[in-house]
């Protein structure tokens, strides 16, 4: 072994050395919640209901805190700071401590964990040396230094390894899972700057393809977490992602990174009791997210407080009476006058139409010679309110509605939506119309949010609630406290911690089933990711779910594909969030190699797509490989390529294509019986094989890539789902076609 060798052998067995201490740590820590959590099974008899909701509560956070241990028991180290003063910091995944509070290991969240990611031999951050540890499982099996004080290299104390393969790009080079894979060892700096931000209204990640966008979001909100805990624990994360496949792809990274109180949801599921993976046609779709629907929607609801075209005769127990065109409109405005929602105001409505009633009432009794006194007007009211007459008519002029059964309605009614279309929807209002049974869309979705924000509901209970729960919670913690002195003595347990575990125990729901069934919940920050996707209306439907305005928007508007979606992130946001709006660019390309790359931009700016300039970190070994066949032998053609790319084992595999090619050339796949299972679209991420369109694979990345028949990708939505198709790959990328290829695609 020469010199070079044995030096860095001796510091892997330096690091190993470490490593060993904080896992020993992490086992103790391990050992002791198990022991707390066998503890409080075996000494709660749970006789009483105070009883099994402490027990229960005490078992949930200990369980939360073993899920954390484990999920990092196999890799928790991987850096090192070298400071200025002498202090040497180890950054992991999470903070580790000595029984005695020595600190073991910095949090990568932790301000002091900061210059790991940012430190530069310009700008050194007191950082003299800079270590990362490649890691398999819990063995040291490589390191990196990057030198800041060029002094490090003169002192004997300091071995420094100045060669090895480096943990980014064995991260990006290594084969695809299936799922995401957290990134805390290789944030680079402007990722980083981004993740800590502290900006508290909107920051919108804008990159190209495989600049991190999603990992970054992940990241920040994992960070956001630890930062503002207190802040945010109450409320929760929202993320909302484009597909299921897509949540699958990434679920597994916040509990990875220590956190699990997010909320994530596809914009199908936005709504609570709706869940639809199914879209309009576009000229449908562009038109329900037009900005303009608000005002329909807004007219559609005032539509339904009607005044009859006539005066109302009645009979009250033998007693004439006409309720009156003048008594409802007076009525109406009076209720509007209030600027309820609509089910709101009929509270409103009801009782103003029922003053004046009475009024009336009681002058035609008077009429008829009965006496009646001031004390008689309850009784009047009562039978009033009660004559199946009134109540029908009273309905008829301002019904209360469901969100849900109102849109069904209006969609149905051609007159109803022109009577309502503002000047900019007059032409196009009957696209909308279908039958009332028609199921749900995704465009739907921001309609039903903006109906149920117009009809509202009646806030009394609510408020009652609100100020129960916040008495009972203090209660909680008060009680807590001094239930943890009797039970736990490890300090792992917190007094408010377990209030609020109690207080879930009793709700008998997680923060998520709350949240997603609560379509009033508002979390503490929100997550968009392929944010460009969202429509004007899906913009106004997110912006309520975080009052604040504290966004993390990631995506990149030359990847738009939806009809409905946008091209300029200031005009979509800045109606809602003013001057609050930062933009920040992620400019360096992880995962597709350059070779692929540049073809993909070449092709993106021969038609116009507003691409953001990156650089790829690998120049890859293989160009795009283009293959021209008959269109009678396409698809046979593409099952040849498949077969290819799966006897090379270069990894996952996407066909992307043309919706309505999807079926068909997973059966002609699965037909091979020399081929692994194939999925199809977006949850067929875990399968090694998977057909799918452009808008299934967004925000994914892939082994390989076969594109079939680019131009079709094109016809149906546009040339960013080609973009976004062509970027995919981190090895491969395969285009099979019959037809011309777009400009730009071939280089």
Do not use: C
Request: hydrophobic share 40%.
């Amino acid at each position: 072994m020469d010199d070079a060798e044995g030096q860095i052998a001796r510091e892997i067995a330096r690091e190993q050395t470490y490593a060993d201490r904080l896992y020993a740590r992490l086992d103790e820590l391990i050992i002791q919640v198990e022991r707390n959590l066998d503890q409080i099974q075996a000494s709660q008899h749970a006789s009483t209901h105070q009883n099994r909701s402490e027990r229960d509560a005490f078992m949930a956070l200990y369980e939360d805190r073993l899920a954390l241990l484990r999920s990092v028991a196999r890799s928790v180290v991987f850096g090192r700071l070298d400071m200025d003063d002498g202090a040497r910091h180890y950054i992991g995944r999470i903070g580790l401590f000595t029984p005695e509070r020595e600190q073991l290991l910095v949090d990568w969240r932790a301000p002091a964990a900061a210059a790991f990611y940012r430190a530069t031999s310009a700008e050194r951050l007191e950082v003299r040396l800079r270590r990362h540890l490649i890691n398999r499982g819990r063995s040291v099996v490589g390191l990196e230094d990057d030198v800041l004080d060029q002094a490090v290299l003169e002192e004997a104390d300091h071995d420094v390894v100045l060669q090895g393969e480096g943990a980014l790009l064995a991260a990006v080079s290594g084969k695809r899972t299936g799922r995401m894979g957290d990134i805390v060892a290789t944030i680079q700096g402007e990722q980083d700057r981004i993740i800590r931000s502290e900006n508290r209204g909107v920051l919108v990640v804008q990159g190209g393809p495989g600049t991190g966008k999603t990992a970054v979001a992940l990241h920040r909100a994992a960070y956001l977490l630890y930062t503002h805990r207190r802040r945010l624990e109450h409320t929760g994360v929202l993320i909302m992602a484009p597909t299921t496949g897509f949540l699958r792809y990434i679920e597994r990274v916040l509990p990875g990174l220590g956190e699990s109180g997010v909320v994530m949801l596809t914009p199908g599921e936005l709504f609570p009791g709706i869940e639809t993976f199914l879209h309009d046609e576009d000229d449908v779709a562009r038109i329900k997210g037009d900005i303009a629907m608000s005002t329909l929607l807004s007219r559609a609801v005032k539509q339904r407080q009607v005044v009859p075209r006539a005066d109302i005769r009645l009979r009250i127990d033998g007693t004439p009476l006409t309720l009156s065109r003048e008594i409802i409109a007076a009525a109406r405005r009076e209720a509007r006058a209030s600027h309820k929602p609509h089910n709101a105001a009929r509270a409103v409505f009801v009782r103003a139409a029922m003053d004046r009633l009475v009024e009336k009432y009681e002058k035609a009794l008077r009429a008829q010679g009965h006496t009646v006194v001031p004390e008689d007007r309850p009784d009047l009211l009562s039978d009033l309110r009660n004559d199946p007459e009134i109540k029908r008519h009273l309905n008829l002029a301002w019904l209360p509605y469901t969100p849900q059964g109102f849109l069904k309605i209006l969609l149905a009614r051609p007159d109803r939506l022109r009577e309502a279309a503002p000047r900019s929807l007059a032409g196009s209002v009957d696209l909308l119309v279908r039958p009332k049974d028609s199921p749900w869309t995704i465009e739907d979705v921001p309609l039903l949010d903006e109906v149920a924000e117009l009809l509202g509901e009646d806030a009394a209970p609510a408020e009652a609630k609100a100020r129960d729960d916040a008495e009972r919670r203090q209660a909680d913690v008060d009680y807590a406290r001094k239930v943890i002195e009797n039970i736990d003595t490890s300090g792992i347990i917190r007094a408010e911690d377990l209030a609020d575990q109690v207080g879930h125990i009793r709700d008998g729901r997680t923060l998520a089933e709350r949240a997603s069934a609560e379509r009033s919940w508002t979390y503490g920050h929100v997550v968009v990711d392929e944010a460009q996707e969202h429509s004007p209306m899906s913009w106004r439907a997110l912006m309520r779910r975080a009052p604040t305005k504290s966004f993390t928007v990631v995506g990149d508007v030359a990847q738009t594909s939806s009809a409905g979606g946008t091209d300029s992130w200031t005009a979509a946001l800045s109606p809602y969030i003013q001057d609050r709006l930062q933009v920040e660019h992620l400019t360096v390309n992880y995962r597709t190699p350059s070779r692929i790359m540049d073809r993909a931009v070449a092709m993106a700016q021969a038609h116009d797509l507003p691409v953001t300039e990156v650089s790829s970190v690998r120049e890859g070994e293989r160009d795009p490989l283009l293959e021209r066949t008959e269109p009678a032998q396409l698809t046979q053609r593409t099952v040849e390529a498949a077969h290819a790319v799966h006897q090379e084992r270069l990894g996952r595999l996407a066909v992307i294509v043309a919706e309505e090619r999807v079926r068909p050339l997973a059966a002609a796949l699965r037909a091979r019986e020399d081929l692994p299972a194939v999925g199809v679209g977006s949850a067929g991420v875990d399968d090694e094989i998977a057909v799918m369109t452009a808008q299934d694979a967004k925000g994914l990345e892939f082994d390989a890539v076969v594109i079939v028949e680019p131009a079709e990708l094109i016809d149906a939505h546009g040339a960013g789902d080609l973009y976004v198709a062509m970027s995919r790959p981190t090895q491969h990328l395969g285009i099979v076609h019959a037809r011309e290829l777009p400009a730009g695609v071939d280089g």
